[in-house]
């Protein structure tokens, strides 16, 4: 069983149909890569994984995703739990900016409940560890989270999501707005992270899919307007050395997209 089961998803922005009918599997402790032009639905594919789609107003979604095995848009399944299970690093670093750096990794832990500080500290440092960031910052934890650099920022909102021990990391583009030497950590950094998560990462750079995935699933949309919809899904060797579909083919040879 997969640790992630998608069933014919729809995703809505009011009468609007965003992606049509997706059904793929993502592989436990895999880095899984969602490429596709611009508009092709795969940061709303990406949102409907962990429901942050349903916070726009007017959004909705058919379909079926179960997390080992379990769905996780049944009624009794509480959004928040669901959001600290598949936690979420979105496209631009946000840190809390006023927040200490030793606040922003505690602060989904005080949310859950957890008062104790040598227990706080202790993740804090774990996070910070596991993130690639501890050396850099642990003189500092109290000051400011602002007075970070942006890739500095993107590893802070990466051991953010990582205190509250996730299940699966879902990352929004995430080296979008870095230069290339932060982008490079953030890559490595990906790849390390699959020992403990399961990753599911939308990106625009299709070297950096070729880099740091183990699956890698097309996205396309045929006009403007239209629904996106998962074109091919495979072995990302596969996918950019032999990939079955002409138009997957199209996409990464640049001939569009």
Known sequence: ???????????????????????????????????????????????????????????????????????????????????????????????????????????????????????????VESSLRRAGLWDEVSGRLDAPAAGLSGGQQQRLCIARAIAVDPDVLLMDEPCSALDPISTLTIEQLMVELKDEYTVVVVTHNMQQAARVSDVTAFFNVEAQGQPGRLVEVGATGDIFTNPKDERTEAYITGRFG
């Open 1 to 123: 069983m997969e640790h992630i089961e998608v069933s014919n998803v729809n995703a809505y922005f009011g009468a609007f149909k965003a992606i049509s009918d997706i059904s793929l599997g993502i592989s436990q402790k895999h880095v899984t890569a969602l490429i596709g032009p611009s508009g092709c639905g795969k940061s709303t594919f990406l949102r409907t994984l962990n429901r942050l789609h349903e916070v726009i107003p007017g959004a909705r979604m058919e379909g079926t995703i179960l997390l080992n095995g379990k769905d996780i848009y049944a009624p009794d399944r509480s959004p928040t739990e669901v959001r600290r299970t598949i936690g979420m690093v979105f496209q631009r670093p946000n840190p809390f900016p006023t927040m200490s750096i030793r606040d922003n990794v505690a602060a989904g832990l005080k949310l859950n409940g957890t008062r104790k500080r040598s227990e706080l500290d202790e993740v």
